[in-house]
């Protein structure tokens, strides 16, 4: 079985930065796409940005040119660069790893979530 676990959330000012970290333990993740997603309150989970295998990327347009996903498949750790923060990034963040590409309502492993909030 696969745990994943993210770790960097916090708060953070309008315009700060903030580094996202989901680590993978049980086994290697080789083969699988992972992805970011979020949550605000009363909201749906929503789509952040998927990194398959091979690592082609894909980001939800309102996080394009500001938030960057990448992974170290030695460390079978994901990451997200947040830069540019804004108070609608307010959220609790999940990683997600699937073999397809996981979706706000598709993935094999699932992580807890850290909390992101963006103070305007």
């Known amino acids: 079985q696969v745990q994943l676990k993210e770790s960097g959330g916090g708060l953070v000012q309008a315009g700060g930065s903030l580094r996202l970290s989901c680590a993978a333990s049980g086994r290697t993740l080789s083969g699988y796409a992972m992805g970011w997603f979020r949550r605000a309150p009363g909201k749906e989970r929503e789509f952040v940005a998927t990194?398959?295998?091979?690592?082609?990327?894909s980001y939800a347009d309102s996080v394009k040119g500001r938030f960057s996903i990448s992974r170290d498949k030695a460390r079978n750790t994901l990451y997200l660069q947040m830069n540019s923060l804004k108070p609608e990034d307010t959220a609790v963040y999940y990683c997600?790893?699937?073999?397809?590409?996981?979706?706000?309502?598709?993935?094999?492993?699932w992580g807890q979530g850290t909390q992101v909030t963006v103070s305007s």
């Open positions: 997600a790893a699937d073999l397809g590409v996981p979706s706000s309502r598709r993935g094999e492993f």
């Open positions: 990194i398959t295998w091979n690592g082609a990327s």
